[in-house]
T-cell receptor, first 110, second 114 residues
Framework: DMKVTQMPRYLIKRMGENVLLECGQDMSHETMYWYRQDPGLGLQLIYISYDVDSNSEGDIPKGYRVSRKKREHFSLILDSAKTNQTSVYFC?????????FGPGTRLTVL | KTQVEQSPQSLVVRQGENCVLQCNYSVTPDNHLRWFKQDTGKGLVSLTVLVDQKDKTSNGRYSATLDKDAKHSTLHITATLLDDTATYICVVGDRGSALGRLHFGAGTQLIVIP
C-alpha cells in the first residue's frame, strides 16, 4: 500500500521562529513535491525534488527552502516564519505517472 | 493566472440526489485530468483519471467525462451519500513538464444533507 507520511500534522509557531516540516515515502519514488493550500486557491507548488540533492523551485519558493538527503525523506524549511506562511502544506511523491499525497500539515504562524 | 476553474464553488444536495461538478482549464499542452476527493482536514484521494481526447470513466457512483478540444471535464456523482461531503478538486497534468507538473483547481465544496 503506497504511503506518504507527514510530520507534524499540526504546528503553531511564532513569527520569526524556524519551522521544519518532514515528509516520508516508502515507495522509492524519485520525484517529490511540496505544495501549500490556501482557502479559495488551488494547491500551489513550492518546490520539486527529482532525487537526492536535486531540487528545483516551483511557483512560490520565496521564504522556503528544502532538503533531500535520502530518497525517502523530503523536508521543507521556513527560516524565520512569517504570518502569511500560515497554511496547510502537502507533500507528494510521484510514481507510475501519478502523484500520491500526504495527509497535510496545518501550520499556524502567530 | 488561474489555469483551472471549477464550478460551482459550493453545492448543497440532499442525500440520494445526483450532482454534476464542472472543470474548465487552459493548461497547454494538456496531458491527463484527474479528479480528487478531499475530506475536511485530510489529503487528496484520487477518484478517477481521464487521458484521451474525448474520454469517459466510471468508478462506482462517480463518473467523469473529458473533452480536450473544449478543455472541459465533468464529474457526476450519482445517489449521493452523506460521506460524499467533501471538496472535489480537478487537476490537470502539464504534458510539457518532464517533472509531472500539475495544475490544481480551487475545488468544489459539496455538502450532502439528510
Amino acid at each position: 500500500d503506497m504511503k506518504v507520511t507527514q510530520m507534524p500534522r499540526y504546528l503553531i509557531k511564532r513569527m520569526g521562529e524556524n519551522v521544519l516540516l518532514e515528509c516520508g515515502q516508502d515507495m522509492s519514488h524519485e520525484t517529490m513535491y511540496w505544495y501549500r493550500q490556501d482557502p479559495g486557491l488551488g494547491l500551489q507548488l513550492i518546490y520539486i525534488s527529482y532525487d537526492v540533492d536535486s531540487n528545483s523551485e516551483g511557483d512560490i519558493p520565496k521564504g522556503y527552502r528544502v532538503s533531500r538527503k535520502k530518497r525517502e525523506h523530503f523536508s521543507l524549511i521556513l527560516d524565520s516564519a512569517k504570518t502569511n506562511q500560515t497554511s496547510v502544506y502537502f507533500c507528494a511523491s510521484r510514481g507510475l505517472g501519478e502523484q500520491y499525497f500526504g495527509p497535510g500539515t496545518r501550520l499556524t504562524v502567530l | 493566472k488561474t489555469q483551472v476553474e471549477q464550478s460551482p464553488q459550493s453545492l448543497v444536495v440532499r442525500q440520494g440526489e445526483n450532482c454534476v461538478l464542472q472543470c474548465n482549464y487552459s493548461v497547454t499542452p494538456d496531458n491527463h485530468l484527474r479528479w480528487f476527493k478531499q475530506d475536511t482536514g485530510k489529503g487528496l484521494v484520487s477518484l478517477t483519471v481521464l487521458v484521451d481526447q474525448k474520454d469517459k470513466t466510471s468508478n462506482g457512483r462517480y463518473s467523469a467525462t473529458l473533452d480536450k478540444d473544449a478543455k472541459h471535464s465533468t464529474l457526476h456523482i450519482t445517489a449521493t451519500l452523506l460521506d460524499d461531503t467533501a471538496t472535489y478538486i480537478c487537476v490537470v497534468g502539464d504534458r510539457g513538464s518532464a517533472l509531472g507538473r500539475l495544475h490544481f483547481g480551487a475545488g468544489t465544496q459539496l455538502i450532502v444533507i439528510p
